[in-house]
């Protein structure tokens, strides 16, 4: 739908200037450079959108709702989030160039039910010959892209549940969505491919939800967390330690406050939090 289209664009002969793309390119890469380099990071307590309820962890969508400081953003993951911002804007120019338009980047829509109303701003929107379809885009580690490809999407990180709220936002805003083109572009590679994701409410239902179990939580009586630690394996086989999981691993607020005592280590560049005990009080 949007990947083939942008690869026969690549490998095709006579290609021309677009100024129209040109320029719809350079404002978004001076929105990208803004947002994520030239302005202060806000926090906006008290205030659900779509982004704080993808992923499992209500307690992880609490921190961020009442205001608790997380860990500071490293250098190094400003960088990511720009070149994240860089992936999607050359995604967009490159599908219009290929015939793909992708329309309404970043419009402004409601997801509303089960008791909550926030906001939601989807990649965009693609008119195919079966019907509108939402439209994600993604910078990939090469991990999550190759098992992206050998087992298909997971959720690990949100993105199926991201992909359901935003089509249901589209639907309540009139546009009948027939489900997600998610289209991903592996960091390291630049290789390209997308899935489409049907439209089934669940996942967005369990989201509203999520958002409802932030929204009536307060600082001192936080939802459950939706992860514990589990044993650390080397090899296949267990080393007899605990570790956080991946999940957690990337949670801002890890350390700071869901497991003070845990004790950070990178290996093979990547963070491992160690906890000492064997089944933590509290989950
Ligand atoms: S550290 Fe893990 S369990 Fe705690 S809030 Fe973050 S994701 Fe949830």
């Known amino acids: 739908m949007i990947a083939d289209q942008i690869m026969m664009y690549l490998d095709s002969v006579g290609k ?15 929105q990208a450079l803004t947002r ?13 959108y ?4 993808t992923k499992k962890c209500a307690r992880q969508s609490a921190y961020k709702f009442h205001g608790f400081k997380g860990a ?98 589209w639907k309540l805003s009139g546009v009948d969505v027939k489900g997600t083109c998610f ?6 590679t630049g290789h390209i491919r997308e899935e489409l994701i049907p439209y089934e409410e669940g996942l967005a239902f369990s989201a509203c ?15 459950e967390r ?14 007899g330690l605990m570790i956080l999981p991946m999940q957690c691993s990337y949670c801002d607020f890890a350390q700071v406050h869901c497991w003070p005592e845990a004790k950070m280590e990178i290996k093979s560049g990547k963070p491992k939090f160690y906890i000492a005990v064997k089944e933590p009080n509290g989950i």
């Not at 021309?16 to 001076?30: G, H, S, W």
């Open 72 to 169: 500071d953003l490293s250098p190094r993951a400003k960088i990511n989030f720009l070149i994240g911002d860089f992936v999607e804007l050359t995604v967009l120019a490159l599908a219009e160039l290929a015939g793909a338009k992708v329309e309404k980047n970043n419009e402004r829509l409601i997801v509303k039910g089960g008791g909550v109303e926030f906001a939601c701003r989807p990649d965009g929107l693609i008119n195919t010959e079966h019907g509108p379809f939402n439209v994600e885009i993604k910078k990939m580690s090469e991990y999550g892209y190759d098992e992206w490809e050998r087992v298909g999407l997971s959720d690990d990180w949100g993105y199926r549940t991201q992909s359901q709220l935003e089509c249901f936002a």
């Open 226 to 239: 939706a992860w514990k630690p589990v044993p650390e394996t080397f090899r296949g086989k267990p080393t």
């Open 16 to 30: 021309r200037v677009d100024e129209n793309v040109l320029e719809a390119a350079t404002e978004r890469f001076k």
């Open 209 to 223: 939800e999520r958002a409802l179990r932030v929204q009536t939580s307060t600082k001192d009586n936080l939802p």
């Open 183 to 188: 289209v991903g572009i592996r960091g390291l």
């Open 36 to 48: 994520q380099i030239m302005s202060d990071r806000e926090d906006r307590p008290n205030q659900l």
């Open 50 to 53: 779509a982004t704080m309820v």
